[in-house]
């Protein structure tokens, strides 16, 4: 039985979320701790992050996906088939 293909987003989601929660761990870190650089990455990161959630669920995202998930799925239906 053949598992089928993920999409390949859930990677990028999970990446993003913990981007934001140790960026938001840095924050949190720098500013109790007196130290601006590391509050100042913090911010940074969560910037980085909030901007990769806006761009990564957008529609082009998704079609690309999918055409991605079906040329995998003909390449493999293909090399079943040959001998």
């Known amino acids: 039985m053949r598992r089928p293909v993920l999409s390949g987003l859930w990677l990028d989601r999970a990446l993003c979320a913990l981007l934001a929660l140790l960026s938001l761990a840095a924050l949190i ?15 940074f990161g969560l910037a980085g992050a909030l901007w990769v959630a806006w761009v990564l669920p957008g529609a082009e995202a998704l ?21």
């Open 63 to 83: 079609r690309r996906s999918r055409a991605v998930r079906e040329a995998l799925e003909r390449a493999s239906n293909s090399r079943a088939r040959s001998p």
């Open 29 to 43: 870190h720098g500013l109790l701790a007196g130290q601006p650089g590391v509050a100042g990455a913090g911010v």
